[in-house]
Every structure is written in C-alpha cells, then in structure tokens.
Nanobody, 120 residues
Framework: DQFDESGGGLVQGGGSLRLTCVTSDTFYLYAAGWFRQAPGKEREFVAG????????KYADSVKGRFTLSRDSDEKTVYLQMDSLKPDDTAIYYC???????????????YGRGTQVTVSS
C-alpha cells in the first residue's frame, strides 16, 4: 500500500488547513491515523480513526482543534486542522493501523508526508 498525503502549506496562526490521505482499495480494512514530526523531535501521534469512522482519538495537544474523518469511498481520510498554532509546524504523515478499546496502534507504513508550517 502507498499513502498519498496532500494539503499542507504555510498558514498564519489561527488559520486552517485540511490534509488529505488517499490510499489503496484495501484501506477500508484498517484504522487510519496521522502522525507528525517537527524538526529535531520524535514522530508523534496526532489522531486516529477506526475502520467504521465512528470512533476517533486525538492527542491532547490537538483535541478540540483537529477533526479526523474518512470518506465513504473508504480510501480517503481527512484531517481538518483549525486554530493552528506555530507548535503545529511539522511534517504530517498518514498511517494505517488498528483501533481497539479507544487506542490507535500504528502500522509500520507511512507516506512521504506533507509539510505544515504555521507562522506566528
């Protein structure tokens, strides 16, 4: 499987972006997630969604500002990012994995990522 992330860019603090991840026909079999990595930092979990799209989990740092959803075609997931802050600046990566008992467990595959830069 491959992941095609898009939607990143440069935005002012307080602005919004919507990231898109398009992948293969088998994506509906998996939970999906987004991770991010800022310069000099470890990759960190941002948000995860189960196979059905009914359950989601967010990192505390983005809760209430980011919304993860998946398309009915079951090959696309979206990360709506509102009220962006400079601390959100990072490369954002799509992932497939498992979702169980309110937790997202990432798989080994990530896309090439999309750069998000938030200016102050």
């Amino acid at each position: 499987d491959q992941f095609d992330e898009s939607g990143g860019g440069l935005v002012q603090g307080g602005g919004s972006l919507r990231l898109t991840c398009v992948t293969s026909d088998t994506f509906y079999l998996y939970a999906a997630g987004w991770f991010r990595q800022a310069p000099g930092k470890e990759r960190e979990f941002v948000a995860g969604i189960d196979r059905t799209g009914h359950s989601t989990k967010y990192a505390d740092s983005v809760k209430g500002r980011f919304t993860l959803s998946r398309d009915s075609d079951e090959k696309t997931v979206y990360l709506q990012m509102d009220s962006l802050k400079p601390d959100d600046t990072a490369i954002y990566y799509c992932n497939r994995g498992l979702y169980s008992r309110g937790e997202y467990y990432p798989g080994d595959l990530y896309g090439r990522g999309t750069q998000v830069t938030v200016s102050s």
